[in-house]
């Protein structure tokens, strides 16, 4: 299993615990960006900075990742692109996106976005904290008791 971070919007919460996770079982990570991002210095961890572009860090990521490969990332589109090529992903808040939930996330972020489009005032994602970062970790670390 190699391990792929949506760098560009990747909490600063989070990089210890996955440097952590990625020195312990020695994993394969891409780091995919379009501009510099620090998860940690290992060995094991590849940066790819990509060109500057709406979706040139999700297009990367997609065009590397194979079967049973995990990514980290936020964005409900990128997940369900990764899950079409039966790749799993985690989100920042610890969600692992499944086949079962990934249909209803977008149809939200999608009427979200509507309304948004429509002139709605819509209240954002509560403020990132430490028990999102707690969440993560859990999610993280069973996944890969799982499957390294």
């Known amino acids: 299993m190699k391990l792929f971070i949506d760098g560009d919007a990747f909490p600063n919460l989070l990089k210890p615990i996955t440097l952590k996770a990625i020195e312990k079982k020695s994993i394969e990570t891409y780091v995919i960006s379009n501009k510099k991002i620090n998860v940690g210095k290992s060995s094991y961890i590849t940066y790819v900075i990509v060109e500057l572009g709406a979706d040139e860090a999700d297009n990367k990521i997609v065009e590397l990742i194979n079967e049973n490969d995990l990514a980290i990332t936020a964005d409900i589109p990128l997940a369900n692109r990764i899950l079409e090529k039966n790749a799993h992903a985690i989100d920042h808040r610890g969600e692992l996106y499944t086949q079962d939930n990934i249909k209803e ?41 799982k499957y390294v």
Do not use: V
């Open 105 to 145: 996330y977008l149809a939200y972020r999608n009427l979200m976005q509507e309304l948004r489009d429509a002139g709605e005032l819509t209240k954002g994602p509560k403020p990132f904290d430490k028990k999102d970062a707690q969440k993560f970790a859990n999610t993280l670390n069973s996944f890969i008791q």
